[in-house]
């Protein structure tokens, strides 16, 4: 928790998310709760390749739902086993399907050609442009979901892991000593 910072020895008005694939999910959805209820404060949210509406509707499904290692039925069993029974159109699921995304933290939302989440993420980011948040999108052409975690294998991989960092550098600004 913020308020527990200093205890950590950082600095409580300098916090930001990030994550990838599920964890882009759960960023998103922590950026919005910590708005609606008031903090704490968050400066940035890095999302990488995130899904953002468990419907699984979106084309990219079905162009890249085969043969891109991160696989359609692969997918279904990760909604089925998160969300079970709920409904996959509750924005703290499916943060796309929030009413209001006006005044979430910038973002960076970093999305992989060959993902079948891919235009679901880019989705997400035309919406919080759409609701006045500084966005950045960045689609890895050639890319596959999960390319990040290939560095040294994947060329890619290693210009992504230096945007990110540099994102959230710019976006912390220098540590408060």
């Given amino acids: ?4 910072a200093a205890d950590l020895g950082a600095d409580a008005t300098r916090l930001a998310v990030a994550g990838d694939s599920a964890g882009g999910n759960m960023s ?6 910590a708005r609606d209820a008031g903090g704490p404060p968050i400066v940035f949210q890095l999302l990488i390749y995130p899904p953002t509406d468990l419907t699984n509707s979106y084309p990219s499904h079905k162009q890249n739902g085969q043969g ?5 039925e692969m997918i279904d069993w990760f909604t089925g086993h998160y969300l079970g029974d709920g ?7 499916s943060p796309l399907y929030a009413q209001n995304l006006s ?6 939302v970093i999305t992989a050609e060959y993902d079948p989440l891919r235009d679901e993420g880019e989705a997400y980011a035309e919406r919080l442009r759409d609701a006045g948040v500084d966005v950045r999108l960045v689609r890895y052409d050639g ?17 992504a892991i230096a945007d990110a960092a540099g ?8 540590a408060k000593v």
Avoid: K, W
């Fill in 167 to 174: 994102a959230l550098r710019e976006a912390l600004g220098p």
């Fill in 28 to 33: 998103a959805v922590i950026c919005r709760r």
């Fill in 68 to 72: 891109y290692l991160l696989t359609s």
């Fill in 87 to 93: 409904d996959c159109r509750n924005p703290d699921v």
């Fill in 1 to 4: 928790m913020s308020e527990h």
């Fill in 103 to 108: 005044g979430l933290p910038p973002a960076l």
């Fill in 143 to 159: 890319m596959v979901h999960g390319f990040l975690q290939m560095n040294g294998v994947v060329l890619g991989a290693a210009t």
